[in-house]
């Protein structure tokens, strides 16, 4: 089945630690996309890819770092830089042919930092 | 900048009651519109869209009806079901625009 793997699905950093999440899609869609979700206060764009090798800051970039190295993996990096890091964070995907821009998530990654 | 107002939460309601889920929003031009659910620890999942005014969403008995005199796009189901407890949120996305704005979501719990 097509779709998008997110991993780990739970993970605990110290602070001053740098983690990967990984975000993996077989849909060959074009555009990925990062989004952080806080309780209360929905979904918030981090980065997001149109194309290989290229990427753009979303609404709330600092902290975070993206790589576009393959068309099916868009890996997002939590620096020690970012200041409230505890999140869920989510991978989405679309195919820029799709007209209405509809995404399709993963399951999520939650972030705990101890 | 484009944005997305709905009600807030949370909404609880017994089975079989009705429904609705307020959500308005400004932008630019004619965005489309959509809405996501989110079951509990999952990621998101379309559950209906639509793309111009006076086109109706729907899906698992679930509709709305994109209004541009009012900017709004409010979610109805006639009967729920314990089944349907979970986040929902509204989205859109502007002509052109590379990504979605989503609302701040709404949990919905429905008791039996």
């Known amino acids: 089945d097509g779709g998008i793997t997110q991993s780990p699905k739970y993970l605990f950093r110290k602070e001053g630690q740098n983690v990967t999440l990984s975000c993996e899609q077989n849909?060959?869609?074009?555009?990925m996309y990062w989004y952080r979700q806080d309780p209360g206060q929905g979904l918030r764009l981090i980065y997001y890819?149109?194309?290989?090798?290229?990427?753009q800051k979303g609404d709330i970039a600092e902290g975070y770092s993206v790589s576009r190295e393959k068309k099916e993996s868009f890996p997002l990096t939590v620096t020690s830089a970012q200041k409230n890091p505890t999140a869920f964070y989510l991978c989405?995907?679309?195919?820029?042919?799709?007209?209405?821009?509809?995404?399709?998530f993963g399951a999520g990654s939650r972030l705990t930092v101890l | 900048g484009d944005s997305v107002t709905q009600m807030e939460g949370p909404v609880t309601l017994s089975e079989e009651a009705f429904l609705t889920i307020n959500c308005t929003y400004t932008?630019?031009?004619?965005?489309?519109l959509f809405w996501y659910v989110q079951y509990p620890g999952e990621g998101l999942q379309l559950l209906l869209k639509?793309?111009?005014?006076?086109d109706k969403g729907s899906n698992k008995g679930f509709e709305a009806t994109y209004r541009k005199e009012t900017t709004s796009f409010h979610l109805e189901k006639g009967s729920v079901q314990v089944s349907d407890s979970a986040v929902y949120f509204c989205?859109?996305?502007?002509?052109?625009?590379?990504?979605?704005?989503f609302g701040q979501g709404t949990r919905l719990t429905i008791n039996p």
């Open positions: 989405a995907s679309s195919n820029r042919g799709s007209g209405a821009n509809v995404l399709t």
């Open positions: 849909l060959n869609h074009d555009a």
């Open positions: 890819s149109q194309i290989v090798n290229d990427f």
């Open positions: 932008a630019t031009g004619y965005p489309s």
């Open positions: 639509a793309t111009k005014a006076d």
């Open positions: 989205a859109l996305s502007s002509q052109g625009a590379q990504k979605l704005v």
